[in-house]
């Protein structure tokens, strides 16, 4: 069984009244979910992550942005950010009724034995139990709870200004704390003369759109496309600027349409695509995302992409009737230009990014 799994099974064997209120932090879809549905008329499931989200709502089931007051349990499975985790943590003890209950599954590999101690210090009661390489681990919302030590974790995971890149970011969101190298290249070589209609895709929390938007003034105007809602809504902020120019758009960029109509195909597209899924590798998701960013341009439009120097995203183009080609390729990684139907290619030489200092991936 998976830690997600785990988690259901333990708070299905837990219940045992319909009316008690509980709340899933970070809830996946899984038949046994369906299952605590069933068996709750309170339950309140929380999920930032668009494809997750529609995963849930094909099973019939409603995601929430708030929180539960007064929560008799609720259960979490943690994110790829310690940060992020140990917030919700707290959130978590916090909505809690005294006695309630939280119960957190994770896998050993993933950092099970850490957020164990991290909610014993946060709770000062923990259970635990150890399966198909997990952990299953509880507390109960007591005098204990360090609620300073809550407090500051909730704190810790807010949306600020950051330094780094001087744009609002948070824990979670991929390379939150600083530009990656592949969107440095991307903005490095993409051409000073952008303008009509386009669209960033997997736009994070805004890095590409705001530097175009503030660079390049014949821009009408961008969707920003992203699939993680917490991010959208720091590049929403970052981009406030160029609101009257600016759409944002929480979407699953591989299987939901980008546009609302054929009527509003684009004059170029930048992306930096996620390949990966959770914790593993996902090939087919990038080509996926780019082949649906393929669609999204019209006739002579261009795709303007980073990538992982080994990721073989050529045959995809090859697919879409894209002509392209590679721009450069620098520190593992290709910037790859792509045409629909034809059209001059375009180069620029590098500018207006040589003052940043290029860091790696988190």
């Not at 009244?17 to 038949?31: C, E, L, Q």
């Amino acid at each position: 069984m998976s830690a997600t799994q785990l988690l259901y099974q333990a708070a299905i064997e837990t219940l045992d009244d319909r009316s008690k209120r509980i709340v899933t932090f970070n809830a996946y879809s899984d038949p046994l979910l369906k299952t605590i549905a069933g068996q709750c008329d309170n339950l309140v499931l929380l999920q930032h992550f668009k494809p997750e989200y529609n995963e849930l709502k094909r099973m019939g089931l409603k995601c929430s942005r708030n929180i539960a007051a007064s929560t008799d349990m609720a259960l979490l499975i943690p994110s790829k950010n310690r940060q992020q985790t140990l917030g919700w943590m707290a959130e978590a003890m916090i909505s809690l009724v005294d006695g309630g209950k939280l119960l957190v599954a994770c896998a050993n590999n993933h950092g099970a034995r850490s957020y164990e101690k991290s909610l014993k210090e946060l709770a000062g009661n923990i259970g635990s139990s150890s399966k198909a390489k997990c952990r299953v681990f509880s507390a109960r919302k007591s005098e204990t709870l360090d609620t300073k030590l809550a407090g500051q974790w909730i704190a810790d995971t807010q949306p600020r200004q950051v330094e780094s890149h001087g744009l609002v970011s948070q824990p979670g969101l991929f390379s939150w704390e600083k530009p990656d190298i592949g969107s440095q290249l991307l903005l490095r070589y993409l051409p000073e003369t952008l303008h009509g209609r386009g669209m960033d895709l997997c736009c994070g929390y805004g890095f590409l759109s705001e530097q175009l938007l503030r660079t390049s003034p014949d821009i009408e105007s961008v969707y920003l496309v992203e699939a993680d809602r917490l991010a959208l809504q720091c590049a929403e902020r970052n981009t406030a600027l160029w609101q009257e120019k600016v759409e944002a758009h929480w979407l699953d960029a591989a299987s939901e349409p980008l546009l609302p109509s054929q009527k509003t195909r684009l004059d170029w597209v930048v992306c930096n695509p996620p390949f990966h899924k959770g914790q593993e590798r996902d090939l087919p998701l990038g080509r996926a995302i780019i082949a649906n960013g393929c669609k999204s341009l019209k006739r002579g439009g261009r795709l303007y992409m980073v990538a992982n120097r080994k990721l073989p995203y050529e045959t995809t183009l090859d697919q879409m009737l894209m002509n392209h080609r590679i721009i450069v390729q620098e520190q593992g990684f290709k910037i790859i230009e792509a045409t629909k139907g034809g059209g001059r290619s375009v180069s620029r030489k590098p500018s207006g990014t040589e003052g940043w200092e290029l860091f790696g991936h988190e």
